[in-house]
């Protein structure tokens, strides 16, 4: 590819991959939402709502026996709730917009097949994930919200997100700096830590699994005591958030004494403890303040960012390593001028 549109076609994929990757955390944040406002069901079938394309805007317009319907198809003590439905038919829209995003992302990387390879096969493989995705949570619908099946949801969104980081990171969206002088132990602790966030999403989704049969067997009145309802991962999950702070504490320590303050490994490690307070801070509300709901979104929102920043950490340690004694910062357009 020639020089100049190699940088061309680089700077349309960045522009994309950087607005869909942004538009995942949007549907992150929209369907954590739609969680806590208990409007996981607005919609008891998929692809349509209350067998429409364009759900009503009143129960009027449903058959007179369709609660009967419903509860046929498994669906005991269905009510028709506009707010709840039309909540749940926008994050449906949110998804397919997504994967409209994903695709042209994709189909914007395929110039880049020459340049890497990986980037074209991450941007791909990012695609075919939201498909999968889109049967996943057909299947949670499907399944009335089963238990394990929200978590499985959950861990591909986070798992699409880092496909995304990696094609972004390959066609060098990201800064590539030396780290030499890297302190030895930060790669294995950089590992670790990822562990403990995946493991610690996963627990914090099967928590929020059970406030929906919570709320489903005490009511929504009675929020404020639905921590008494907890089973025992509630604890560990709570618990375990004291480790992963100090976890990475220790990552910037490492970092801050064999690199400084501001390299770019440092500022993102010390971004990424502030993202941990968040999640923490928003934790301790839901703990102690009787689970406000518009809480719950915020926490959920700031662990995914916490992941997609670790991952983005990761990938710097990577290209940083790989950049060589004496290396200074690379940006995208100097490692194309530089072949």
């Not at 129960?59 to 709730?81: C, H, K, V």
Request: hydrophobic residues 50%.
């Amino acid at each position: 590819m020639h020089q100049e549109q190699q940088t061309l076609a680089l700077k349309r994929f960045h522009r994309m991959a950087l607005v869909t990757l942004a538009a995942v955390y949007f549907l992150i944040l929209v369907g954590a939402s739609v969680r806590a406002s208990g409007a996981g069901m607005g919609c008891p079938d998929w692809p349509t709502c209350f067998g429409q394309w364009i759900p009503p805007t009143s129960e009027a317009q449903l058959p007179a026996n369709y609660q009967e319907i419903y509860a046929d198809l498994g669906y005991a003590d269905t009510r028709f709730n506009v707010i709840k439905t039309w909540t749940e038919y926008a994050n449906r829209l949110v998804g397919v917009t997504i994967g409209l995003l994903i695709f042209l992302t994709a189909l914007l990387s395929l110039p880049l097949r020459r340049y890497d390879r990986s980037i074209t096969v991450a941007s791909v493989a990012a695609f075919l994930m939201v498909g999968f995705q889109g049967w996943l949570g057909a299947k949670v619908v499907s399944s009335n919200l089963q238990p394990g099946m929200i978590t499985v949801h959950m861990l591909m969104a986070l798992a699409i997100v880092g496909t995304l980081l990696f094609a972004l990171a390959q066609s060098r969206a990201m800064t590539a700096r030396s780290a030499n002088n890297i302190d030895a132990r930060f790669g294995k602790w950089l590992y670790a830590v990822l562990g403990m966030t995946i493991l610690q999403v996963a627990m914090g989704t099967q928590v929020r699994e059970m406030t929906d049969f919570i709320r489903e067997a005490q009511g929504e009145a009675v929020r404020s005591d639905w921590i008494e309802y907890m089973p025992w991962f509630f604890y560990v999950h709570r618990s375990f958030s004291a480790i992963v702070l100090l976890a990475n504490l220790w990552l910037g320590y490492l970092l801050v004494t064999s690199l400084g303050r501001q390299h770019i490994l440092t500022r993102m490690t010390l971004a990424m403890i502030c993202v941990i307070g968040v999640a923490i801070l928003s934790g301790a509300t839901l703990g102690h303040l009787g689970m406000p709901a518009l809480v719950q979104p915020a926490h959920l929102l700031a662990a995914s960012l916490l992941f997609g920043l670790q991952f983005m950490i990761w990938m710097s340690y990577r290209h940083a390593r790989n950049s060589g004694p004496g290396a200074s910062a690379v940006t995208s357009d100097a490692a194309i001028a530089n072949g």
